[in-house]
């Protein structure tokens, strides 16, 4: 094991910023279990940060290089967290792929907390999903919390970054288009078909989906029935009971040998 210079402490530490992680290409990963699902994603490691305490947190089949070691103190200086982690590590930014090859997509309009997006990527893949489409302003997927949020999964999942033109190449009038809003009078999401190609796509925290994201194109609106007293649900929370519901009808819609076909 090494010790670190003291440059490689200050590139490491500007990572915690955006502007930093953006002009590098480079992302920080922290934990035990965050650093595995990057390696097992093929990332390139550039370095990794290990505290002398906690000897059994680290994680050996990432080390194809000798870990720096560093203190508590060191590791907080690193760290995006409260409480600094027992390894941290540096890798490779992934390449965002322009081209979706799957039947099962979920799209996020605008989402900007790092974690609703890390939650709402770990629902995805929880429950069949084959791509995840991020649109409009939307929080950075590599975002230190959303890595964390979504327990290192972000890097399992194609991730597609798109704007309007792109999307709308992707979505053809093949697709089955689902948009959820907060109006009663939509469709209940348990009623809608989810078969073939589907996409469930979610909006910003506060507004909801862009009205215009679709406009050219025919969707069907879903809503979740709820209490009244309840003004709304936390779009991570709403976005994985709906991605429940379609997982489910779609591997009925399997067993029963109707396939995916709209």
Known sequence: ???????????????????????????????????????????????????????????????????YVVDEKMMGRLCTTDSPPPCLAVFERPTSPKRFTGSFALVLDSIQDPGNLGTLIRSAIAFGVEGVILTGNQVAPYNPKVIRSSAGLVFCIPILNLDQQELNHVLTDEWRIYVTTGDPSACHYRRADYGGRCAIVLGNEGRGVS????????VQALTIPMNPEVESLNVAISGSIILAEASAKRQILQLSGAGNEP
Do not use: Y
């Open 211 to 218: 009205e215009h994201l679709f406009s050219n194109q025919a």
């Open 1 to 67: 094991m090494n010790t670190p210079t003291t440059a490689l402490i200050k590139e490491t530490a500007l990572l915690r910023q955006k502007k930093a992680r953006d002009e590098s290409h480079l992302i920080l990963v922290e934990g035990r279990h965050p650093i595995e699902e990057a390696v097992r994603a093929g990332l390139v490691l550039k370095s990794l940060f290990v505290l002398p305490t906690h000897p059994g947190h680290l994680p050996l089949e990432a080390v194809t290089q000798a870990p």
